[in-house]
């Protein structure tokens, strides 16, 4: 079902769209490594601001509900 997984692609891409447009603006500057595990930050990500965490360590720590 090649039609389910294009949608499935497209919906989370407006999620995220929505997430960015409605969250809340940092004051804080991103770091430029993970305070978790002193992995590099990306850029792309540093510019949401506020990011202390690289993507594996985030995802983990909202998988837990913080
Ligand atoms: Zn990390």
Known sequence: MAD???RAGEEFV???ANYLS???KFDE???AECIECGEDIPARRQ???GVKRCVDCQS???RKGG
Do not use: F, I, K, W
Request: zero cysteines.
């Open 4 to 6: 389910d997984a294009d």
């Open 14 to 16: 407006l999620t995220m």
């Open 22 to 24: 409605h969250a809340p």
């Open 29 to 31: 500057p991103s770091l």
């Open 47 to 49: 510019a949401v601001g």
């Open 60 to 62: 983990v720590l909202e």
